[in-house]
């Protein structure tokens, strides 16, 4: 095996089309209990253009290989790696900020992080499903604690995180009320959401109200999202979001609710990968992936994530964007 690696790297903040380059560079090893292994597929994430366009330059110096998803083969095991055995086709998300990312051939994770791939999913999907179906479970079982016949609104429900977020919530027992342009509606109805509201006609919160409120509010879009989430909110209800909004937002409704606000940024781990892979078993939860490109054009990937809301008139797919790093036939 060779002992070098292709990579796509950032080399600048900014545009798509000149922030990164592809490099050459040494293969990992792995250390005491990690694990090597053979990137198969990977994600394009919205932290990822966030990362890209700068958001997080203090967090991290460049030249840097960005990515947090990852789905492949186990090739080598350093010391002390007992849980798994070269073969092993593996699925997990990789630290955030911490050491190199995803989008490159090889990649070295702590063994503790990694489960075994759900069968019935291919490399592709598992890739499109590691950090998103954590972030949902996190949001709705771990920290809102979604109960069975609650109301559940998931803005957003056409997306990465949305998608997974429709899913999980009626396997959960929920009824789910979601935002999403008229044209996706069938789609998210498809996934199981009861109602489809079109947010692009309208305000949201009167039709909302018709339906007696919700319990939570999952944000994935952001906005003026936790100010007027009290206006749907049931008391006591929940409010998680996944958006960093630098906008100043007046919660002083919520008060009056008895409200629980979270704010989330998902930490990987094994445990939540197989409670995920519990629900693929179950046919009860399975990634959306809405495009798949070769690593090389990992540029054309960040464009079309980001044109689904930058008016430059590229249609974002629904759910993920996929990666495929090795050819998958290999």
């Known amino acids: 095996m060779s002992t070098s690696m292709r990579v796509m790297e950032l080399v ?73 055995q070269p073969g092993d ?23 503790s992080l990694v489960a075994r791939k759900p069968a019935r999913l291919s490399h592709v999907e598992a890739a499109g499903l590691a950090l998103v179906g954590m972030t949902v479970w996190e949001a709705l079982v771990e920290r809102t604690g979604v109960q069975a016949g609650e109301r559940v609104l998931v803005h957003g429900g056409a997306g990465g995180v949305g998608s997974a977020a429709i899913q999980l919530a009626k396997a959960l027992g929920a009824e ?18 009861d109602v489809a509201i079109d947010f692009s006609a ?17 944000d994935t879009v952001g906005g003026d999202t936790l100010t007027r989430s009290p206006e749907v909110l049931n008391d006591r209800g929940r409010v998680v979001s996944i958006v960093d909004t630098p906008e100043p937002q007046n919660l002083l409704a919520a008060w009056g609710l008895n409200a629980t606000y979270h704010l989330l940024f998902v930490s990987p781990g094994r445990a939540k990968l197989e409670a995920l892979g ?20 990992i540029a ?18 629904r759910g993920k964007i996929a990666i495929a790093v090795h050819p998958l036939d290999e």
Not at 31 to 43: D, E, F, K, Y
Not at 302 to 317: F, I, T, V, Y
């Open 12 to 84: 600048r903040f900014g545009d798509a089309d000149t922030a990164f380059a592809g490099r050459e560079l040494p293969r990992p090893a792995p250390g005491p209990g990690q694990v090597l292994v053979r990137v198969l597929a990977t994600s394009v994430n919205p932290l990822d253009l966030q990362t890209r366009r700068g958001d997080y330059r203090d967090q991290m110096a460049l030249p840097a290989v960005i990515g947090n998803d990852v789905s492949g083969v186990v090739v080598e095991t350093g010391p002390g790696a007992n849980d798994f």
């Open 278 to 297: 519990h629900l693929v078993d179950q046919g009860e939860l399975r990634p959306v992936i809405g495009a798949v490109l070769p690593l090389a054009d």
């Open 176 to 193: 789910v009320v979601t935002t999403a342009r008229a044209r996706d509606h069938e789609f998210v109805t498809g996934l199981g959401a």
């Open 300 to 317: 054309q990937a960040h464009a079309l994530l980001e044109g689904g809301s930058s008016g430059e008139g590229r249609k974002r797919p």
């Open 89 to 111: 086709e593996v699925w997990y998300l990789a630290p955030i900020f911490a050491g190199q990312g995803t989008y490159a051939e090889f990649h070295v994770v702590d063994q």
């Open 202 to 218: 309208g305000d949201y919160v009167p039709r909302v109200r018709e339906l007696g409120g919700v319990d939570v509010v999952m």
